[in-house]
């Protein structure tokens, strides 16, 4: 049993890429799948599927495509395109963050996740939006 499913998730996102796979599959949550549908709009990961197996007592998983850079126009390293995740508000400390308190993450070069009456955003869509919540997560 996980702790935290969030966490978890996002871990094996940047995991996976370190480890230059081309996909994870996670187990399916509606909030995971919000999340990973935020985190392939803004650009961070190639693709998200939901897997719907048809045998008895297997669930729902989600398949997450994991989005690559190339190091530099002359070689052909791969560069996971997500560097670092931070989880902001967990189960044990819940943030809130108004509108007034959102800021860019590294100048623009990362995201943070965000929890809304209108539902999960990135904080770009947030601003526009003009709606705070809860603070989950920041991926740059």
């Given at each position: ?115 809304t009456t209108k539902g999960i955003l990135s904080d770009k869509m947030a601003r526009r939006e003009k709606i705070g919540g809860e603070y989950l997560l920041k991926i740059w």
């Open positions: 049993m996980v702790g935290d499913p969030i966490a978890d998730m996002v871990n094996r996102i940047k995991t996976a890429g370190n480890a230059l796979q081309d996909s994870i599959v996670v187990p399916f949550s509606k909030i995971k799948f919000e999340i990973a549908k935020v985190l392939k709009t803004e650009g961070f990961i190639k693709s998200v599927q939901v897997l719907d197996e048809d045998k008895v007592g297997v669930s729902k998983k989600l398949e997450i495509g994991i989005l690559y850079k190339l190091q530099a126009k002359t070689s052909d390293k791969k560069i996971p395109k997500i560097n670092e995740v931070v989880r902001v508000s967990k189960f044990s400390r819940r943030v809130y963050t108004p509108i007034s308190a959102l800021y860019s993450i590294l100048g623009g070069r990362g995201i943070a996740v965000l929890s």
